[in-house]
């Protein structure tokens, strides 16, 4: 339906609007997909233009706002001034609750040192110690994770000998993200770091093997937003998997800790926590396979290549039956959706996992999707794993440590025979994932850190029926009288997960695009008159 | 809910905990997009603006666009000069706006980006303006932030002719448009020609009409800013948000300041109507007289919900001492009244009100809501007022809940109604009789159920 030769002209249209280097800087993170040139390659994981409008976020954001923030039975504390932790208490929709034997969860508070002038002045290590000091007196929490914003970094506060300090002193694990606003070119960075400290300080550290049941998997990348993970709890615990870890949605450093038990990991974002996979493999020898319980036939792939993978005919069989089970439930009222979703279009544009994962649900309720893009994606994320090789180190990502495992004398163990490994790995996906491009049909349009400008430049060119994205884009969509869905917060529904969830999800397009208000924009006197007929006319 | 929370209160040096403040930058952000077809710019690393747009948005459910010089580690090691004039050259030509209103932020402030010296050599196109605001992000809260920009927009722009313009320069302080629109009848009904600064009506309230521009059509005009030098007087309405501007135009161009508390109660009120028809000779009509009767017919009428009952508030430090001055006027007993904001200000201010009224309650600048939460623990309320972040004390304490001041990002239609003003008073006044009545009925026995109350 889409016409390639004409996007690409709509393409250079909008991009001829730049000057110079910012014309240069940005040629390169826009394509249209066409098969006939593939692998198609983009830029990603650069740079953003000063004053282009981004709407990208920092390394902080990602760090503390994604990955470490969910991690309910922990005190996730805010070394600087008190925006930082403000801004991201509670802001994002990774919901947690006390479960059987919790006795922790932090997610309702905000930490911060609240550095004052004084401290940038003379240095903010000592309200920092007197700051978990006084957490260890009121809470005396389980751990305590100091993440840093950009004044620590630039003061040379020496979070870490503050971490080791605290751990000494109070016997209580302390961790230190130096997470600073500035590093990386996104909050791709703090993701990365996040892994990595995690990784040294949490993963590993359980040592009651007991806890490994049959079958038993870790969830990377799946942050419970409105209940997601919830959902696909409910569905794996019902085929008999038992879940070791979530990161980091309803997660605790408790449990993260015994994720090296893991027979499998499964990475919903792969953006966000393919580090730590990468790295339990290179580590433990425990394979990964890229999930997304995001879409019914999504789900189903997941489901068949989790059982697949443990090759036990028993779960092979209960796992068809229970998806004919929920696919009975849930068809009809799809179908329901689907009727008033058919045929419309979609633009999306949403961190670095979800513009993929949405699509499948898009479509699924009759939904093209014309626009897709990522704010903080690597090109990985784009055109596949197999790109890897060849990304090239830039000034911006080379200083965020790279971790390599070396494999554990205890712990490192496959799972599967070489020649198993082998043949599975023929029909299904282990340690791989094929990124977005490759799903996208032609004519179609791939944007990287999508700006102001040129969102509205393609809103003009595409018109989309639906623009799925976050709230900073939201109401700009509403005012061209579009449909806006944030895709990071759900609008405060959920769980969009699983069979269920998918249901709710086309519950809530369908009635987005139905409401009467889109009707109502224009006043009744700038409406075009339609003509009155009488029945004169025809009698 | 917050079961972490112990009754028990230990001092606390260092960590806040749940706070009642943000940093500067995102007031500095608000104030500037209530000027035309300006456009904020945080000079800071990335995050800064996504995380005060996305704040924003929530509260007033409106774009709130905003640009920032995307600080990456090199330009912090060298400084954000090559950004932020990179940043200049782009605004203006992917977007051009007639004003880029840059603040600062902890990161720039620290590396000690010097500011004026980076404008004055940026590239401008003419007729065209930048302004900025020192807001480091580790001095006072957002109140200030608001502050200073407001009144950098003045340092840079008002200039005296000679030419009186006879109209008032009023500050409406960080309040909604649904306030500022409140304001503005007023001065209407008064028959009062003004300039508001910042005037985010038809900016952070924009209809949808399908057409959207980046720049809507509301916001302070570039030219009144500049002809605030010829007004007669300034009216700033809150100290600590609008104090700044009135004396920046004093010393600037001579305008007398005239800085009072957010009309948010019959008290000022009154002396705000009294004050406008002495600097412009008006004299306060019929209309507005009408109204305030009624109000005070409300209190009388139904003076009996709200006697005596204890109430802690908190939230910004303006909004808080209107408001303390209002629910002593209803003899209500303002319990707690917090701020995050620091101040020195502020305990004195609120406090001889509460002398005044005879009433004993405790104030707190610079405080947090963990400590709000144990106080009321200790010494239960009656009524919890302030923003979103109360629910979660509301909940665990089972308190009645009305939400006042920034931000309120889980109800709608807030911003577009009025807390100051006699209709603003009104309003009050509905929500916490329907909060405390609604709570009485909760809790009342069948046979307790009135119909009548």
Known sequence: MLDIAVMKEEVTKILDHYKGKTYKSRKDHVLVVDSSEAPQEIVADCRTVPGIITERGCCYAGCKGVVVGPLKDTVALTHGPIGCGYYSWLTRRNKARMNEGDKHNYLPYCFSTDMQETDVVFGGEKKLRQAITEIVDIFNPPSIMICSTCPVGLIGDDIQAVARWSQEQFGIQTIAYGCEGYKGVSQSAGHHIANNGLYKNVIGTGTDPSVKKKYSVNILGEYNIGGDGWEIERMLHSLGYTILSIMSGDGSVARLRNAHFADLNLVQCHRSTNYNAELLRETYGTDWIKVNFLGVRATIKALRDMALYFGDPELITRTEEFIYGELEAIEPEIEKYKAVCQGKTVALFVGGSRANHFQGLFEEIGMETVLAGFEFAHRDDYEGREVIPFIKENADNKNIENITGQPDEKMYRLLLSKEKFEELNKEMEINYFKGMIKIMTDGSVVVDDINHYEMESFMKVLKPDLFGSGIKEKYVIHKMGTLSKQIHSYDYSGPFAGFKGAVVFAHDVAMGLTTPVWKLIKPKWRRDAAPERTLAEVL | ?453
């Not at chain 2, 977007?95 to 050599?121: F, K, N, Q, V, W």
């Not at chain 2, 700033?236 to 005239?258: D, I, K």
Request: glycine share 10%; net charge negative.
């Open chain 2, 1 to 453: 809910m917050l079961d972490h929370t112990p009754k028990e209160i230990k001092e606390r040096k260092a960590v806040v905990i749940n706070p009642a403040k943000t940093c500067q930058p995102l007031g500095a952000t608000y104030a500037a997009l209530g000027i035309h077809r300006c456009l904020p710019h945080s000079h800071g690393s990335q995050g800064c603006q996504m995380y005060f747009r996305g704040h924003l948005n929530r509260h007033f459910r409106e774009p709130a666009e905003a640009s920032t010089s995307s600080f990456t580690e090199g330009a912090s090691v060298f400084g954000g000069m090559a950004n932020l004039k990179t940043a200049i050259n782009n605004v203006f030509h992917i977007y051009d706006p007639d004003m880029i209103a840059i603040h600062t932020t902890c990161l720039s402030e620290t590396i000690g980006d010097d500011l004026p010296t980076i404008i004055r050599s940026s590239e401008k196109p003419e007729g065209k303006y930048i302004i900025h605001a020192n807001t480091p992000s580790y001095v006072g809260s957002h109140i200030l932030g608001f502050a200073n920009m407001t009144a950098a927009a003045i340092r840079y722009l008002s200039a005296k002719t000679g030419a009186p313009n006879g109209k008032i320069l009023l500050v409406p302080g960080f309040v909604n448009p649904g306030d500022m629109r409140e304001i503005k009848r007023i001065m209407k009904a008064m028959g009062v020609d003004y300039t508001m600064l910042p005037d985010t009506t038809g900016v952070m309230d924009a209809p949808l009409t399908g057409n959207y521009h980046i720049f809507p059509d509301g916001g302070t005009r570039i030219e009144d800013i500049i002809d605030a030098g010829n007004c007669l007087a300034t009216v700033a309405l809150g100290q600590f948000a609008s104090g700044a501007a009135a004396r920046e135009l004093e010393n600037r161009c001579g305008v007398a300041p005239h800085i009072m508390d957010t009309p948010m109660s019959i008290d000022v009120m009154d002396d705000f109507l009294m004050l406008l028809s002495r600097l412009t000779g008006r004299e306060i009509p019929a209309e507005l007289e009408e109204e305030r009767g009624q109000i005070i017919d409300i209190m009388a009428d139904l003076h009996q919900h709200y006697f005596g009952k204890r109430v802690a508030l908190f939230g910004d430090p303006d909004i808080m001492i209107g408001l303390t001055g209002f629910l002593l006027e209803l003899g209500m007993i303002p319990a707690f009244v917090l701020t995050g904001s620091p101040s020195n200000d502020f305990e004195k201010r609120v406090n001889a009100l509460l002398a005044k009224a005879g009433v004993a309650g405790r104030a707190k600048a610079a405080g947090d809501l963990f400590a709000l939460h144990q106080w009321i623990k200790n010494e239960p309320v009656d009524l919890l007022i302030g923003n979103t972040y109360g629910k979660y004390i509301a909940r665990a304490e089972d308190i009645p809940f009305v939400r006042v001041g920034f931000p309120i990002m889980d109800r709608g239609v807030h911003s577009y109604q009025p807390v100051v003003g006699y209709r603003g008073l009104m309003r009050l006044l509905e929500l916490m009789g329907n909060a405390l009545l609604e709570r009485q009925e909760r809790d009342a026995k069948d046979e307790d159920i009135e119909l009548i109350m």
